[in-house]
């Protein structure tokens, strides 16, 4: 009766809003009860409506009644805590959305403590109690609340399923192993249990290993992430202070350039500065020489003339323009073609060293371990678009398809001469340089050709210039009916299935390339392991009439 009592109180001062003790109780103009901030959050939620309503009868209220404290409900409420309501058993708490709740419970239900698989129900603390005071409960099977219980009841005979067929892979009840599956083998649904329980156990340590497989692993990335982090900083800082010495160098060459023109041009200003007052100061002279003489020729009187022509026809030393050495005025172009020439040639540094440098970086793979995929989705996630340049087209050879296809012709082509184009052999590279991993295919049409990588320095003018005919290339060669590995001149028998389109791998900082035959599947015709020293260029060699090569476009 006590329990009653406890739980009818607890109904009586509870908040209806957090199903809660009051807290701070304020009693609204209709006369219900609610902890204060309770009401004051659900009227906030209304404010936008300008009305405000009492969550349990509905009445509603303008302007928003102000809430004070019913300070006869708190003092109540505190008197009925220290009486025990407050320490009530935790079979007192009612069921929320998300507990499973008790099957006996009438009314507003309470919050299940525990289910029963042999029952097929789920008790309170209150309504378990039979299960620990009876006898004929002792062998029921007791589990944490659930609210799938029914999923134990067979569909066909409305029995619970105790029992597990090991034929079908399903649980059954008694009946069924008598009924539709008395030829299965069947166990116990505990016996099955005990043996799924031992391989779940050496699932657990295998997902366990690999867990802390993985964990190590993690940790090592991230040492090497850190190295790394350390490594580029200090390489970009190094880096940065050669390149501000060299600027400052270059700066430096720069400033003593324009002091040493700005100089000599001082000195030779001021030499013809010089030379050009002389020079006026005589024509001054010559010309007041010369009124004189102009003067004294028209003097009438002979015998002055005669006194004072001796003093007026004495003239002082000249200096003579053929004295002065005129040349071409191009006085300091020469510097500006020295400097130009230092500049190109500071220029042809820079593009050879920057090639070896921007290898250098690519080959930092953290990842060269990984191994190389064997399907074709796989791979096609390096791929790359490749286009071919036309500057290094032979003159028998047709481009077409924006550059990605090419094919052979009778006649030649109007090419311009470019010191980068094949004249032995009808072959071409792409414009693209290939570092990192990277995939693309090439189809082909008529009898067939080599598909081939280079390096850019490969030769071009001389018949050593063929693709896999030096130690600068690597290449397939494909006719109808056979396979060849070319490279530095050494011919290497191929099998595999014959295929219009060839499919090209290439993990240059690991030193892999790869030839594939690709049609419906996928086929891995020749594999080389070497050490790329410089960026590779895709090609091609066609040689026959109707033969062309197509780059294809990969999604």
């Not at 790394?228 to 400052?248: M, P, Q, Y």
């Not at 003159?395 to 004249?423: C, I, W």
């Not at 499919?503 to 030839?515: E, K, N």
């Amino acid at each position: 009766m006590a329990q009653q009592s406890n739980q009818l109180d607890r109904a009586k001062f509870s908040c209806s809003i957090c199903l809660d003790l009051l807290k701070d109780p304020v009693t609204i103009p209709c006369g219900h009860s609610y902890c204060m901030n309770c009401i004051q959050s659900y009227w906030d939620t209304e404010d936008e409506k300008k009305t405000h309503s009492c969550p349990q009868c509905r009445q509603s209220f303008t302007p928003r009644p102000v809430l004070v404290k019913n300070i006869m409900l708190a003092d109540l409420v505190e008197e009925l805590k220290k009486t025990g309501l407050q320490a009530a058993p935790a079979d007192l708490c009612y069921a929320g959305p998300e507990d499973v709740a008790c099957d006996v419970c009438t009314g507003r239900k309470l919050r299940a403590v525990k289910s029963c698989l042999v029952c097929l129900a789920s008790y309170c603390e209150k309504h378990l109690q039979p299960h620990f005071e009876i006898p004929a409960y002792e062998k029921h099977k007791l589990v944490e609340p659930s609210e799938n219980l029914q999923e134990n009841i067979c569909s066909r005979h409305d029995e619970v399923m105790k029992m597990f067929c090991r034929t079908d892979q399903q649980c059954i009840c008694y009946l069924c192993s008598g009924d539709e599956h008395e030829a299965h083998v069947t166990v116990s649904a505990a016996a099955e249990r005990t043996e799924r329980q031992r391989e779940l156990e050496g699932s657990r340590q295998n997902i366990q290993q690999r867990i802390q497989d993985r964990e190590e692993d993690v940790k090592v990335l991230q040492q090497e992430v850190e190295a790394i982090n350390r490594s580029a900083d200090k390489a970009v800082g190094h880096s940065e202070k050669i390149f501000t010495e060299l600027i400052r160098l270059m700066k430096k060459r720069r400033s003593d350039v324009k002091q040493q023109v700005r100089s000599q041009q001082e000195t030779e200003v001021s030499r013809v500065r010089e030379l050009q007052e002389k020079l006026e100061q005589e024509i001054t002279e010559l010309k007041r020489k010369d009124a004189e003489l102009k003067k004294l020729s028209h003097t009438e009187d002979h015998i002055q003339f005669l006194n004072n022509y001796p003093s007026l026809s004495a003239l002082s030393e000249s200096t003579h323009s053929s004295s002065i050495n005129i040349r071409p005025r191009r006085y300091f172009e020469d510097v500006t073609a020295a400097v130009s020439e230092v500049r190109d040639k500071l220029q042809d540094v820079l593009r050879e060293t920057w090639t070896k440098i921007s290898l250098t970086v690519t080959k930092v793979d953290v990842l060269l371990s990984q191994p190389e995929n064997k399907t074709r989705a796989g791979l096609l996630r390096y791929s790359r678009e490749i286009t071919l340049d036309p500057n290094t087209a032979h003159r028998l050879l047709l481009l077409s398809e924006g550059n990605r296809k090419v094919a052979f012709m009778s006649q030649q082509q109007s090419y311009s001469s470019h010191p980068d184009r094949f004249t032995v052999w009808s072959q071409i590279l792409s414009r693209e340089s290939l570092t990192g991993r990277c995939y693309w295919e090439v189809e082909w049409r008529g009898r067939g050709g080599y598909v081939a990588v280079a390096y850019k320095s490969i030769n071009r003018t001389e018949s050593v210039s063929g693709f896999g005919r030096n130690g600068k290339s690597w290449s397939l060669y494909c006719v109808n009916d056979s396979y060849n590995f070319y490279h530095n001149n050494v011919k290497t028998p191929v099998s595999g299935p014959r295929s219009s389109r060839v499919g090209v791998y290439l993990d240059h900082s690991a030193g892999i390339l790869s030839f594939y035959s690709v049609s419906e599947t996928i086929t891995l015709l020749h594999r080389v392991q070497t050490t790329f020293t410089e960026p590779l260029y895709a090609g091609v060699w066609v040689y026959c009439s109707d033969t062309s090569a197509e780059f294809s476009k990969l999604k």
